[in-house]
Each structure stands twice: as structure tokens, then as C-alpha cells.
């Protein structure tokens, strides 16, 4: 499965978070255990992947005892972030979920120091402040104080430390190995992480309705394929510091859809802040932008 390079980058990413700000409202719309969607979300994606990997690759690839034991760090660490933010969803809004799930530039722009030496200039930390301002206002009459609420938002937060580790990882491989294999690998490794907690749990792993088999089919087309495959592709391209910015731009998106398909309010606070979250991103891609005019000139 290859995307054609005609395709620019920035469009590539908003259909990538399009996608996976679909999968919040899929999940609030389901009652099957979320662990049991997640790995089947995974799992369904790596079939449908696999007539598309190039195995022949595989004896060309440089990667070192290392570089595959990341490559086995993201798989678990994607799997487990799965595991966090899908049962977020279970106790706590859309919103609120997804605005903790904002805070991952941060997390990645920290982890790019350390790992890659990579440094933000002070535009782009504004631009990024102002988006994850709007963030913090799209939320801010939305968090519950309640237990569940509480619950809900400290799985959020563990899931977006996993999610940016899992980036982070990515980028790190992403000039050894071939996308399409890379994301087999780590689909497959998540999803079995995911099948050890069912397992564990003596939850069903095959007594579901057709209607339940097709929400996992459209898990893994929708926000896997088409959300969480494109994002491992820009890596190369991008960088985890551009893609994770861009994903900040998923709660708005998905307070829209939630919204449009489950009937929730949209609030003032949720506009305002969703106005400024995109004035944010949009200054912080023109900023890159301009840098890689300048470079290129």
C-alpha cells in the first residue's frame, strides 16, 4: 500500500487526522470492550496491509539487533496506548480525552531534544502554545471533577506519553525501514498486547454481532489505514515534531463529528478555543513553510 508522492505532505496529514478523529465518535457509538475493538482494529489492518508489504526488502534492511528492539518498543507501546486512551473514552468525554491527547507535541518536542538533538525556535513554540491554548479552553467547561471523569483523564494522559514514545520510535527507524513494514509489525505487535489483556481478562473474542464485526472492519480501514498508517509514513518526510503538532488539530475535528453524528454541544468555550487551536497549527505550518522556502533558496 503506497500513497503517491503527487500527494503533498499537509493534505496527507489532514486525512490522517481526519481519520483517527472518526474513531473517537466510532468507539463512544459501541459497546463492545474497547480492548477487544482496539486488537481487532489492529489486527484486521495488518491482513488487509499484507499483499502490499515488500518482503524482498528484507535482506537489503541495515537494521541492527537495536533498531528492531524499537521497532518492538513501538509496537508495545502502541498497543498499550490503545489500551489507555480507547478506555478513556469509556469514562470520560470526547473532549476532554482529546484535549489531554494534545499535550503529545510536547512530550515529542521534549523527546526530540534528547533523541535527535532537534530544537524549536521561538515561533514555533509560540505557534504551538497558542494551539494547545485553545486546547486548554476547548475543554475548560468540560472536564468532570468526578471519579470516573478523573479515571478517564489519567488514562488519556498515560495513553499520550505512549503515543509520543511511539513517534518518537517511529522516526527513529523510519530511515532503515519501509513503511508498509514497518507498520505490519507494529499493528501486529499492538494488537497482541491487546490480546494478552483479553485474554487475561476472559473477555469473548468471537461472540459479536455482524454489526460489531463491521465497526472493527471500519476501525481498521478508517482511523488505522488511513489515520495511524499515513502518520507513520510522514515520520521520514515530517518528523514526529510536525505530525504530532498536527494531531492537535484532532479535537476539533472530532467535537465537530461528535457533534454532527452523536448530538453533542458544541459551547462557546469549545469554539473559541477551537478557533485558536487552528490559528495556532495554521502559523505553526506556515512557519515550517517559510523555513524550508528559505532553505531551498
Partial sequence: MKINK???????LFIAILSVSISSIMIKSSDTPTSVAGMYRLYISVIIMLPFVPWKMLRSLEMNKKDWSTVFLAGLFLGLYFLFWMESLVYTSVASSMVILSLQPLFVMMGSYF?????????TILCLIAALFGSIIIAWGDIGVSKEALIGDGLSLLGTILVSAYMLAGQK???KIDANLYSVIVFFLGGSVMLIY????NYSLIEYDSSD???FFL?????TIFGQYIFNLLLKSMGANTVSVGIIGEPVLAIIL??????????????IGGMITLFGMGMYFWAKSLKYTVAKY
Avoid at 503527487?6 to 496527507?12: D, K, N, S, V
Avoid at 476501525?219 to 482511523?223: D, G, Q, T
Fill in 6 to 12: 503527487p500527494f503533498h505532505p499537509y493534505i496527507l
Fill in 115 to 123: 533523541m535527535f538533538r532537534e530544537r524549536a525556535n521561538i515561533l
Fill in 173 to 175: 527507524v523510519s530511515h
Fill in 198 to 201: 483479553n485474554l487475561l481478562n
Fill in 213 to 215: 464485526w463491521m465497526y
Fill in 219 to 223: 476501525l481498521a480501514v478508517i482511523p
Fill in 258 to 271: 461528535a457533534y454532527l453524528f452523536l448530538g453533542e454541544i458544541i459551547s462557546v468555550f469549545q469554539f
